[in-house]
Nanobody, 115 residues
């Protein structure tokens, strides 16, 4: 059973930075891709950033230039470095991974950027 455990969320002032971590219970290269999603109150969950097996990345337009997704295979961990945070970045952030068997989610971590 795959487990994804997020950490690193918190309260940060506008303009600040935060790094989220997602620790996987198995080798991250066994996944087709891993990514970060977020869900703000009253809104649908949306893709923030994704890193494909070969290492290519993709970002939502709203975070391009501010967020960076990366991975550390030795730690089986994917990161989301967030900079220049805005109040509209406030949401629960979820780690996601998928393979040929299924789709896996972490429990989420709250990021709050007060206005």
């Amino acid at each position: 059973q795959v487990q994804l455990v997020e950490s690193g969320g918190g309260l940060v002032p506008a303009g600040g930075s935060l790094r989220l971590s997602c620790a996987a219970s198995r080798n991250i290269f066994t996944f087709n891709a891993m990514g970060w999603y977020r869900q703000a109150p009253g809104k649908q969950r949306e893709l923030v950033a994704v890193i494909i097996g070969g290492g290519s990345t993709n970002y939502a337009d709203s975070v391009k230039g501010r967020f960076t997704i990366s991975r550390d295979s030795a730690k089986n961990t994917v990161y989301l470095q967030m900079s220049s945070l805005k109040p509209e970045d406030t949401a629960v952030y979820y780690c996601n991974a998928y393979d040929f068997v299924g789709d896996y989610w972490g429990q989420g971590t709250q990021v709050t950027v007060p206005s």
